[in-house]
Nanobody, 120 residues
Framework: QVQLVESGGGLVQAGDSLRLSCAVSGRYAMGWFRQALGNEREFVAR????????DYADFVKGRFTISRDNAKNTVYLQMTALKPEDTAVYYCAAVEVGRATTQANDYDYWGQGTQVTVSS
């Protein structure tokens, strides 16, 4: 069974940084999504299996960086210049076969989520 475990969330102030981690029991193309209270889950970032291709939602470009360490089977989301509107539960997700996309329905496995709260 594929397991994804996120960590690194917390309460920070606007302008601060956080790094989320996602430990995966295997090697897959990966994505990060988030869901704010009352909103639908939305795409944040994705990374290829090798790590050489990454893509971001427009609202995080220049602020967030996705990366991976395949030796550790871990994917990261470095978040900087955080804003109150970044407050959400952040989920990592894995695609069993094929490329990571921007669509949540394309992902086969999900972590439990980690809360990120940004105060103003």
């Amino acid at each position: 069974q594929v397991q994804l475990v996120e960590s690194g969330g917390g309460l920070v102030q606007a302008g601060d940084s956080l790094r989320l981690s996602c430990a995966v029991s295997g090697r897959y193309a990966m994505g990060w999504f988030r869901q704010a209270l009352g909103n639908e889950r939305e795409f944040v970032a994705r990374i290829s299996l090798s790590g050489d291709i990454a893509d971001y939602a427009d609202f995080v470009k220049g602020r967030f960086t996705i990366s991976r360490d395949n030796a550790k089977n871990t994917v990261y989301l470095q978040m900087t210049a955080l804003k109150p509107e970044d407050t959400a539960v952040y989920y990592c997700a894995a695609v069993e076969v094929g490329r990571a996309t921007t669509q949540a329905n394309d992902y086969d496995y999900w972590g439990q989520g980690t809360q990120v709260t940004v105060s103003s």
